[in-house]
């Protein structure tokens, strides 16, 4: 019996034996396949996830962006037309085809007909008023002592001027008295004036005149005045020329606030078609002193023109206009071309951004003073050359009329234009 017990413990205790055996032999192999799942994984790079395309967008390179560059902004212009003529004078042959004997008064109107529309384009409109305008009691007089009707005022305004320089060697005509007569006749109109002088304080007063938001002031000056004396205790009453004067006038004007300045200069010798060395030095140091404008007259011809550049005291560069001489505009004057004057125009333009002030579109009109006899007197109108023989109409012109305005137009051309892009210095 106990060997059977015996028997039936030692097979229990080997089953159990075996079974802890399997037991073991399980734990190992499992750990096994752990340790080589493992390896496998850590020698093998992960697999790339895969996006969902339904929410991930697809990535696309881009280039950096450049930076946007600050815009330069376009300049801003205010424009105004600045024009001037030459010689406005009185010969006594002008006067009587003038005159109407019903209403016993002048009328010059018809003088300015054909340029009026030119003349009408400009905001700034200048002459030179080379004749006293003192009154009937004076006498109507021409040379070598003018005196014109006031009535000559009234043509003048119809044409369209609106500033009138007075300062020639013809101020003084009619004396000192004369003088104050005609500026008091100049006063009932609304020109702008220069020159004479009723008082010191009107001379030292400044002739700023401004046009769509561009500011011009404006001197005026003569050589002489024929040997006739200013009125005792009056120098202000005719404006002389004075280097040193006119700069300080010139500077004045820039320092109160003129974007430009024209200086109207009666200098010069008469019939001489070219300027000479001392109107060339006067005008070009005006112009390096400030000056933008030089409105030349007094030769009673046209002379050549020129365009100067200059640097100011700032630094800042900017072109100045010289006009030696625009000839006469409406006289009784004959031949070697002292029957031709000019219509001077120029674009003035004015930076709004910097206040500098450009001069550009420079043009020059011919004119030609036309005389004709319908009846016992003559009659004077002023003809823009170039567009009388463009349109070969005009039944008061000969077919002589027009071939010598054709041949006098190259020559007045050529002479124009002589000092243009040549050294000035």
């Known amino acids: 019996m106990r060997r059977m017990r015996s028997k039936k413990r030692l097979t229990v205790h080997f089953i159990l ?81 003038a005159y109407d004997t019903k209403t016993k008064k002048y009328n010059f109107n018809y003088f300015f007909d054909e340029v009026k529309p030119i003349l009408e384009k400009g905001d700034w409109v200048m002459a030179n008023l080379e004749t006293p305008v003192a009154g009937a009691a004076y006498g109507y007089t021409g040379y070598p002592s003018f005196n014109a009707p006031i009535e000559l005022l009234d043509a003048l305004q119809y044409a369209g001027f609106n500033i009138l320089t007075n300062a020639n060697n013809h101020s003084l005509d009619k004396g000192g008295k004369g003088l104050m007569l005609t500026l008091q006749h100049l006063k009932k109109y609304p020109f702008a004036i220069k020159g004479t002088a009723e008082s010191q304080e009107e001379a ?28 005792k205790g009056k120098p202000y009453a005719v404006s002389m020329i004075d280097e040193q004067k006119m700069i300080n006038d010139i500077h004045h004007l820039k320092e109160i606030g003129a974007d430009f300045v024209t200086v109207a200069l009666h200098f010069g010798v008469e019939y001489q078609t070219s300027p000479n060395e001392e109107q060339k030095k006067l005008a070009r140091k005006l112009v390096a002193e400030g000056a933008d404008i030089i409105a030349g007259s007094h030769p009673h011809v046209i002379q050549p023109y020129e365009v100067l550049d200059t640097t100011d005291a700032d630094g800042r560069t900017r072109q100045g206009l010289i006009i030696y001489s625009m000839g006469n ?34 043009e020059s009109t011919p004119t030609y003073v036309h005389r004709y006899q319908p009846d016992n007197y003559y009659r004077f109108r002023i003809l823009p050359v170039e567009q009388t023989i463009a349109a070969a109409s005009d039944s008061l012109l000969t077919t002589d009329d027009y071939n010598s305005m054709k041949q006098t137009l190259k020559v007045l051309r050529n002479r124009l234009r002589a000092m243009l892009n040549t050294d000035s210095q």
């Open 329 to 362: 505009f409406i006289s009784a004057q004959r031949d070697d071309t002292k029957d031709y004057g000019v219509i001077f125009k120029v674009t003035v333009r004015k930076n709004k951004s910097d206040g500098s002030i450009e001069l550009s579109d420079i």
């Open 17 to 97: 034996l075996l079974l802890s055996a399997a037991g073991i032999l399980l734990i190992i192999t499992t750990t096994l396949k752990q340790d080589s799942r493992l390896t496998d994984t850590a020698s093998k790079p992960p697999a790339p996830s895969q996006p969902d395309s339904t929410n991930v967008p697809t990535a696309t390179p881009t280039a950096t962006p450049e930076p946007t560059p600050t815009p330069v902004p376009t300049p801003q212009f205010d424009e105004a037309v600045w024009m001037a003529v030459g010689d406005i004078m009185m010969h006594k042959p002008e006067l009587p085809g």
């Open 204 to 231: 030292d007063t400044p002739v700023i005149v401004e046009h769509n938001g561009i500011k011009m002031g404006l001197l005026a000056y003569t050589y002489g005045t024929n040997g006739i004396p200013l009125p």
